[in-house]
């Protein structure tokens, strides 16, 4: 069964501080993952990973994916109080049929406090 | 902007009462989804439609039904809401191709159910 672990599920921080929001998984027919930001609305696109060890980055976010040790990371640097949200990790996996739904994890739910 | 677009933002309907919801996109493209997200919980999918081709989720109630009339067009009909069903529903959309599909899906503001 596949299974995607987001650690921690909280984090509370201050501004200016640096954070690192894991996702871990055990995912049959792998396809990409994708980290999505979901404040009190849809989640929005942050990015999608498909090579291993390959960063990618906007701005004060960064993630980068180990598909050996089947984990992602993502980072945001120099926190704001509009970092607040949930943060989800989803993956997409390849059944052939060329269009396949994201599966999501719970979540990370991180506040920074001014 | 091309965007997607879902109606009504808020829909409050009656235990039993059958209740359509609604999303269009302008970004044209031949995939669209429906996920339901109940609170603090993570979207779960419930079904795609690649152009014309329904997919549905082995685990969707079939209480829950979609229509595609056109590639703009998504409806989520809810032929008898229970309680559980109150949520919030989300449309999103992508790029789909059948050598494989890596294009991220962009999602409407979401729809939230409240029965009563």
């Known amino acids: 069964e596949d299974k995607v672990v987001q650690s921690p599920l909280s984090l509370v921080v201050h501004e200016g501080d640096t954070v690192t929001l894991n996702c871990s998984y055990e995912?049959?027919?792998?396809?990409?993952l994708l980290w999505y930001k979901q404040e009190k609305k849809a989640p929005t696109f942050l990015f999608m990973l498909?090579?291993?060890?390959i960063e990618k980055k906007s701005g004060r976010l960064s993630s980068i994916l180990d598909k050996k040790e089947l984990f992602s990371i993502l980072n945001i640097t120099a926190t704001q109080t509009g970092d607040s949200a949930v943060y989800l990790c989803?993956?997409?996996?390849?059944?052939?049929?060329?269009?396949?739904?994201?599966?999501f994890g719970k979540g990370t739910h991180l506040i920074i406090q001014p | 902007d091309a965007m997607v677009i879902q109606n009504p933002r808020y829909q409050v309907t009656q235990f039993g009462k059958p209740v359509t919801l609604s999303c269009s996109q302008t970004?044209?493209?031949?995939?669209m989804y429906w996920y339901q997200q109940k609170s603090s919980q993570a979207p779960k999918l419930l079904f795609h439609?690649?152009?014309?081709?329904?997919?549905n989720e082995a685990d969707t109630p079939d209480n829950f039904q979609s229509r595609r009339p056109n590639t703009s067009f998504c409806f989520l009909d809810i032929r008898s809401p229970g309680l559980g069903d109150a949520a919030m529903y989300l449309c999103?959309?992508?790029?789909?191709?059948?050598?494989?599909?890596?294009?991220?899906?962009?999602f409407g503001p979401g729809t939230r159910l409240t029965v009563l």
């Open positions: 999103a959309t992508s790029r789909g191709s059948a050598r494989g599909f890596y294009n991220e899906q962009f």
């Open positions: 995912v049959t027919n792998f396809r990409s």
């Open positions: 498909t090579s291993s060890g």
């Open positions: 989803a993956f997409k996996m390849y059944s052939g049929g060329g269009a396949d739904g994201l599966t």
């Open positions: 970004l044209n493209h031949n995939v």
């Open positions: 439609y690649y152009d014309k081709d329904f997919n």
